[in-house]
């Protein structure tokens, strides 16, 4: 069965190309990940390679939210992946963030839920069937980008009512500059708000006869995408997200899954695994995330991914690394600080 950490998924050409309108050039960026040459030619990476690109774009800049501006306004429009062309050329603002929550499926590790109620849409980005959480300049970059497409499609200087990032971002000012809102770091969640008016604003750059040649194009990849994805890969990404403060039962992840858990336990037996394997392997993934995050607590940690008391998941941890979570914590901790 495929581990998350080594599942492969597309990265945008436009990136690199884009490196240069800042003055960066993508072997910079390379040697800063300590990825071969040849990453720049690849059209798929590994996530770790995908977050460690990302990260050294962001150390190479400097401040993070300089790189996150920067990078969202200077991005060439003509330069976008087909994904993306059919949110820039949607009828209006609605339509091409749902496009893009839509077709963002095509292209992990993270994905967006959006709401709407009252006078706010609120679009939160989470981290899709992996263990690992991305760097804090894909995810400011991710939103600045919905806030953009909205500005670039409608040609209206729009503005959010309020961002929140679970990480530190850089200079909290030059972000609240771009975004016209207040920012709050520290947040439980990675989530931009805007006016919900906003969304009825027609796109100027509406495109009908390139949309209906896209859509069916998207539509019919992102079925196949669905129909390849293991029911492994889907049970443990609904027990990752269900994991904080309660361990999930088969029952309940079934019933998500509308069938029941004498079917979902055959499936994933023909899978060649068991839903225990798949929630362990879950929770380790989450606990070597989470405690590579220094603002969480062991304790805190413990109850994410689903332990009632610090004790078990202190025997569990030992299980799988062969060592404490603190120790772990404080080797992995020097390990990054060397690579910097």
């Given at each position: 069965m495929k581990t998350h950490t080594s599942e492969r998924i597309k990265f945008p050409k436009g990136f690199w190309e884009g490196l240069q309108q800042l003055g960066m050039t993508a072997q910079e960026v390379a040697r800063k990940a300590q990825l071969p040459l040849t990453i720049m030619t690849q059209p798929e990476v590994t996530i770790s390679q995908y977050f460690a690109i990302w990260q050294a774009y962001s150390d190479l800049f400097g401040d993070t939210a300089e790189a996150i501006i920067n990078l969202a306004t200077a991005f060439d429009t003509t330069k976008y992946p087909p994904p993306v062309m059919a949110t820039y050329h949607a009828r209006d603002y609605r339509d091409a963030l749902y496009r893009m929550a839509r077709y963002k499926q095509l292209c992990p590790p993270e994905g967006l839920l959006i709401t709407e109620e009252g006078e706010h849409?609120?679009?939160?980005?989470?981290?899709?069937?992996?263990?690992?959480?991305g760097p804090p300049i894909l995810v400011g970059i991710t939103l600045a980008f919905l806030l953009e497409l909205g500005r670039r499609g409608t040609g209206q200087p729009l503005n959010a009512q309020f961002v929140?990032?679970?990480?530190?971002?850089?200079?909290?000012?030059?972000?609240?500059?771009?975004?016209?809102?207040?920012?709050?770091?520290?947040?439980?969640?990675?989530?931009?708000?805007?006016?919900?008016r906003d969304l009825d604003l027609a796109f100027i750059s509406y495109n009908e006869e390139l949309l209906q040649m896209l859509t069916p194009v998207l539509d019919q990849s992102l079925d196949e995408h669905k129909r390849?994805?293991?029911?492994?890969?889907?049970?443990?990404?609904?027990?990752?997200?269900?994991?904080?403060?309660?361990?999930?039962?088969?029952?309940?992840?079934?019933?998500e899954l509308n069938m029941s858990g004498r079917t979902l336990q055959r499936r994933l037996t023909d899978d060649q695994t068991s839903f225990k394997l798949l929630l362990t392997q879950a929770r380790h993934e989450q606990a070597r995330a989470y405690l590579a995050d220094p603002s969480l607590g062991i304790k805190e940690?413990?109850?994410?991914?689903?332990?009632?008391?610090?004790?078990?998941?202190?025997?569990?941890?030992?299980?799988?690394?062969?060592?404490?979570?603190?120790?772990?914590?404080?080797?992995?901790a020097a390990t990054r600080a060397m690579r910097l």
């Open positions: 849409c609120v679009i939160e980005l989470e981290w899709l069937s992996t263990g690992l959480a929140e990032f679970s990480q530190p971002m850089g200079d909290v000012q030059l972000l609240e500059a771009y975004f016209g809102c207040p920012i709050r770091s520290g947040a439980q969640s990675n989530r931009l708000s805007l006016h919900r390849n994805q293991s029911i492994a890969e889907t049970v443990k990404w609904i027990m990752i997200r269900s994991l904080p403060g309660r361990q999930p039962d088969i029952k309940t992840v079934a019933k940690v413990a109850f994410l991914i689903g332990y009632e008391d610090q004790n078990s998941f202190y025997r569990a941890f030992r299980l799988w690394e062969g060592d404490t979570p603190s120790n772990w914590r404080n080797k992995h």
